[in-house]
């Protein structure tokens, strides 16, 4: 997306550790006119495959998924961070080492809300090991759903997560792909 690649450039801040910051509109600020522009992105890319519920995790992945959400019309499930005490039994759950915080999570999902009946779009933020994408998808196996493919709205390339995804036969979907970024400068990669 060539607008979604003009505000990385204009308002992205890159931090030690490989960290973009776009706070001022997706991380912290949320830029609701342009989040509307990203989910209907989203929903153009999977419109017409079955898509009946999106899946996240919280916090970062709610406000890119609602908003594809709204366009496709279809719910969002979102796995919460942190153990729930004696839910192991009522609830999928999958452990997630954070990227940014570098700390290992337990996400987890309700099991009354996702089935086997379900056709699942995974929806998140940043895409950079892979871990969080991973994680989400290691539930839906559990619950027994179907992934249709998985949409972000960054991916870092460099990191290499989410081709070893594509590789695995993934589908992985992301509005802009940041294959380089340096003091200097960040690099996209062409995407068709
Ligand atoms: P992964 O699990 O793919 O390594 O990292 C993705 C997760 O870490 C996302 O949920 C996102 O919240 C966070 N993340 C990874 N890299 C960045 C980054 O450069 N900037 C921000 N703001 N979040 C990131």
């Known amino acids: 997306m060539r607008t979604l690649e003009e505000k990385i450039l204009n308002e992205g801040q890159v931090f030690e550790g490989n960290v ?17 522009e990203m989910g209907a992105e989203i929903a153009r890319l999977y419109g017409d495959c079955g ?13 890119i998924a609602i908003a594809a959400a709204f366009i496709m019309n279809v719910p969002v499930v979102f796995a919460k961070k942190g153990k729930a005490k004696n839910l192991s039994d009522k609830t999928y759950s999958a452990e997630v ?23 699942l779009l995974i929806i998140d933020d940043f895409l950079a090991d892979g871990n969080a994408l991973r994680g989400l998808l290691s539930i839906a196996k559990d619950a027994g759903a179907k992934v249709i493919g998985t949409a972000v709205a960054i991916e870092k ?7 070893a ?18 003091d200097s400068g960040i690099k996209f990669r062409q995407q068709n």
């Open 20 to 36: 973009l910051k776009v706070s001022s509109f997706l991380n912290q600020q949320l830029d609701t006119a342009f989040l509307k």
């Open 51 to 63: 898509v009946n519920k999106i899946l996240t995790v919280e916090a970062s992945g709610i406000a």
């Open 97 to 119: 080492k954070s990227f940014t915080k570098g700390v290992v999570n337990t996400i987890s999902v309700d099991r009354e809300y996702i089935t086997s009946e379900d056709k």
């Open 157 to 163: 390339g460099f990191q290499g997560g989410g081709d």
């Open 165 to 182: 995804l594509r590789n695995e036969g993934v589908r992985v979907e992301s509005l802009a792909i940041v294959d380089e970024m340096t």
